[in-house]
């Protein structure tokens, strides 16, 4: 599955450390260094199987450890709607 970054939220780089605000809400979000790998490697449209093998590599982790952290962030920033499903199957064109 591949996701999208939704509009509406300022993204910045600050260090080693990811920070996003939502003008909406007025609410300040800042991301840890793997945290902000992750977002990183999301923008760049890769998929989670792709993100969970470069995040276990350059962490040293084991891929269990890298996929929760790539899920408990994705269901966190879904929920926060910054980010959102975009594997969406196309229509059939009608006959």
């Given amino acids: 599955m591949k996701y999208k970054i939704n509009k509406g939220f300022i ?6 450390k990811t ?7 007025s609410v300040l979000y ?8 992750i ?15 470069k995040i276990a590599k350059k962490y040293q982790i084991k891929t ?3 996929k929760k952290d790539f899920n408990d962030l994705v269901s966190d920033l879904k929920r ?5 499903s975009s594997d969406k ?3 059939k064109p009608n006959k």
Avoid: Y
């Fill in 11 to 16: 993204v910045q780089k600050l260090d080693n």
């Fill in 89 to 91: 199957k196309p229509k």
């Fill in 19 to 25: 920070v996003i605000f939502d003008g909406e809400e």
């Fill in 30 to 37: 800042t991301f840890n260094e793997t945290a902000s790998e």
């Fill in 39 to 53: 977002f990183k490697l999301l923008k760049k449209n890769l998929n989670e199987k792709e993100i969970v093998k």
């Fill in 80 to 84: 926060k709607k910054i980010l959102s």
């Fill in 64 to 66: 269990e450890r890298a």
